[in-house]
């Protein structure tokens, strides 16, 4: 599989990602084989990560830029109403995870929640309240497995039931650890990587005849969420884009779909509703629990705190954990752009921006149910120092 694009590269100013030629995933010859996407200096291919600190690695495919009609007509079969109206977008080149983030992955950002803990009561690395920037918050650990987690966490099973806000703040620890840009997708990115350059209704086609061989959903998964990479890939090479678990996107959901965008020059950031509320968010693609239809590439699901933390036992209820179905088939995938994008903007895919959010999250960490911790390109050393001293 071959992928040819030109586009211009611009001065960054951002903090992270300020050379492309520093940054994983960019060669300047042209590859002998494998996907490839051709940009201004070189060529944009995949690449394999280690999270700092551990022996886990997740893996990049690189995308190219094109446009495309984002939602679906009203002549596709099981059309929605939030589907639409079909708006064109213009997608810059990105790199996408071929899988869903695992639990191995994960467990690496949870973990952080003691080591927080710890580091806070020996005043290693204090945190500056002043500075939210430079810090994130680490989710408290699993609820018991025999009230939520009956499907287990086996490492190569997609991570889930995390809320957006945790989603987030993994991309902006994964982010400053690794010195590269991660986020989560807008919903237009999202859609744009998962039909692969097809106008259909899945990516294999308009109808679900096939769907067997692309995706886990209610008809073929047994016991919750299938380990990732089982089924086919779609055309760009990523799997589980249709099924298995649904994902984690960084816009509002609204069921007038997309009536409020500007449709003149819409791009894959753009494009993006951010949300003014703590919900609903629009996650997308479906799940294990998921009828065919709810994974068409255009299908969106919108969703509900209170529903989905239905069976907390918390109050305030966490701000990192749901509890209930449909959200024990929710997780997410990351992305990252060629161009980065700029503080404002990544700032907006990485913090919580609503107040009730805030305040929950606040008010967790006074009762001590939660942790910050500073963040860069030191911790997982200072975490090893701080290990090897114990």
């Known amino acids: 599989m071959r992928y040819t694009l030109a586009c211009t590269c611009c001065l960054i100013a951002a903090a992270l990602n300020p050379c492309h030629a520093d940054q994983p995933g960019v060669v300047s010859e042209k590859p ?84 927080f803990k710890e580091f806070e009561a020996e005043g290693i690395r204090p945190v500056d309240p002043s500075k939210p920037a430079d810090f994130i918050t680490a989710p408290t650990n699993l609820y018991e ?23 987030k703040q993994y991309t902006k620890w994964l982010s400053a650890i690794t010195g590269t840009q991660y986020r989560l997708p807008t919903e237009a990115e ?67 779909g997309y009536k409020a965008l500007d449709p003149a020059g819409l791009t894959g950031i753009t494009a993006a509703q951010w949300p003014t509320e703590t919900y609903p968010c629009t996650v997308r693609g479906g799940s294990w629990e998921s009828d065919p239809p709810e994974l068409r590439s255009a299908a969106r699901m919108g969703s509900d705190d209170e529903e989905w933390k239905d069976e907390d036992p918390n109050y305030p209820r966490s701000p990192w954990w749901f509890t209930s179905d449909p959200a024990r088939g929710v997780g997410f995938r990351i992305v990252r752009s060629f161009t980065p994008v700029d503080k404002e903007t990544q700032t907006k895919f990485w913090e919580s921006i609503t107040p009730k959010e805030i305040s929950a999250i606040q008010s967790r960490v006074r009762g001590g149910r939660g942790g910050y911790g500073r963040v860069d390109k030191e911790l997982p050393e200072a975490i090893q120092k701080w290990k090897d001293g114990q």
């Open 32 to 115: 002998a084989e494998g996907p490839f996407v051709e940009v201004e200096g070189g060529f944009m291919v995949p690449y394999t990560e280690r999270i700092p600190g551990s022996d886990v690695t997740f893996e990049m495919i690189p995308i190219p830029g094109g446009t495309y009609m984002m939602g679906s007509p009203e002549s596709e079969d099981e059309h929605k109403e939030d589907e639409g109206p079909q708006v064109k977008i213009n997608v810059a080149p990105i790199w996408v995870a071929k899988t869903e983030a695992t639990w191995a992955e994960y467990d690496e950002y949870m973990n952080l929640y003691d080591t």
């Open 190 to 256: 999202w859609e744009y990587a998962c039909r692969g350059g097809t106008e259909t209704a899945y990516s294999f086609g308009d109808a679900a005849d096939d769907v067997d061989d692309y995706a886990w959903y209610f008809d073929n998964a047994e016991d919750g969420p299938e380990p990732v990479a089982q089924k086919k890939p779609n055309p760009f090479g990523l799997y589980d884009m249709h099924g298995n678990v649904a994902e984690w996107t960084v816009d509002a959901y609204t069921e007038e």
């Open 145 to 167: 497995p025999s009230h939520t987690y009956e499907y287990g966490k086996a490492p190569e099973k997609p991570a889930i039931t995390m809320t957006q806000y945790a989603a």
